[in-house]
């Protein structure tokens, strides 16, 4: 099974701050990675696709770069919505889509 | 509009036995890519199992044999069938629709609003 690791597991930014996570896969994926966030008591949110596509709706502030194994997530200005948990998924080889460990961004 | 909505959770006894469903409306669940995936209190995500299109599915090795995902044409509904359930699969159990509706795209843009299974004795 293909394995991802985020980093950091929590982050403190402020308002207005660019912030990266990062997702590493333990086998080359391609650009077959997602993105989530999920706010506390929700639903996760598809954010970004194929790496760095973004998905309906979805601001532009965000973006995702990478390929292989090392993907990144940005934030570019952080906004009080923000504020949440961030997963990343692979579905390079399925099953199991697999999840990263998720990275807590915090104010 | 597409909305997911999962019913059937509660509390059960370890070796019991829940059937979660997941109604949907705006899209047609017999021939969509439809997944679970699970969160337990605090933790992360954790998949569970996938149906295809054309009705193959899938099982995270954790549920595999216990778990069995079947889904129904005319109320056009998801259900996951859960036995011999234990502590471990205390969650709440989200289902999701693939983003390649009758594709496989791999990763879901619409979620339900979860359902909360609490397996304890």
Same mark, same amino acid.
């Given at each position: 099974d293909i394995q991802v690791t985020q980093s950091p597991s929590s982050l403190s930014a402020s308002l207005g701050d660019r912030v990266t996570i990062t997702c590493r896969a333990?086998? $080359? *994926?391609? +650009?077959?990675l997602a993105w989530y966030q999920q706010r506390p008591g929700k639903a996760p949110k598809l954010?970004?696709? +194929? +790496?760095?596509t973004l998905a309906?709706? $979805?601001?532009?502030r965000f973006s995702g770069s990478g390929s292989g194994t090392d993907f990144t997530l940005t934030i570019s200005s952080l906004q009080p919505e923000d504020f949440a948990t961030y997963y990343c998924q692979q579905y390079? +080889? *399925?099953?199991?889509?697999t999840f990263g460990q998720g990275t807590k961004l915090e104010i | 509009e597409v909305q997911l909505v999962e019913s059937g959770g509660g509390l059960v006894q370890p070796g019991g036995s829940l059937r979660l469903s997941c109604a949907a409306t705006g899209?047609?669940?017999?021939?969509s890519y439809m997944t679970w995936v699970r969160q337990a209190p605090g933790k992360g995500l954790e998949w569970v199992s996938v149906i295809f299109g054309g009705g193959t599915t899938y099982y995270a090795d954790s549920v595999k044999g216990r778990f069995t995902l079947s889904r129904d044409k005319s109320n056009n509904t998801l259900y996951l069938q859960m036995n011999?359930?234990? /502590?471990?699969?205390t969650a709440f159990y989200y289902c999701a629709r693939d983003?390649?509706?009758?594709?496989? /795209?791999?990763?879901?843009d619409k979620w339900g609003q979860g359902t909360l299974v609490t397996v304890s004795s």
């Amino acid at each position: 099974d293909i394995q991802v690791t985020q980093s950091p597991s929590s982050l403190s930014a402020s308002l207005g701050d660019r912030v990266t996570i990062t997702c590493r896969a333990s086998q $080359v *994926i391609s +650009t077959s990675l997602a993105w989530y966030q999920q706010r506390p008591g929700k639903a996760p949110k598809l954010l970004l696709h +194929t +790496t760095s596509t973004l998905a309906s709706g $979805v601001p532009s502030r965000f973006s995702g770069s990478g390929s292989g194994t090392d993907f990144t997530l940005t934030i570019s200005s952080l906004q009080p919505e923000d504020f949440a948990t961030y997963y990343c998924q692979q579905y390079y +080889t *399925i099953p199991p889509y697999t999840f990263g460990q998720g990275t807590k961004l915090e104010i | 509009e597409v909305q997911l909505v999962e019913s059937g959770g509660g509390l059960v006894q370890p070796g019991g036995s829940l059937r979660l469903s997941c109604a949907a409306t705006g899209f047609t669940v017999s021939n969509s890519y439809m997944t679970w995936v699970r969160q337990a209190p605090g933790k992360g995500l954790e998949w569970v199992s996938v149906i295809f299109g054309g009705g193959t599915t899938y099982y995270a090795d954790s549920v595999k044999g216990r778990f069995t995902l079947s889904r129904d044409k005319s109320n056009n509904t998801l259900y996951l069938q859960m036995n011999s359930l234990r /502590a471990d699969d205390t969650a709440f159990y989200y289902c999701a629709r693939d983003r390649g509706g009758t594709y496989h /795209a791999g990763h879901f843009d619409k979620w339900g609003q979860g359902t909360l299974v609490t397996v304890s004795s």
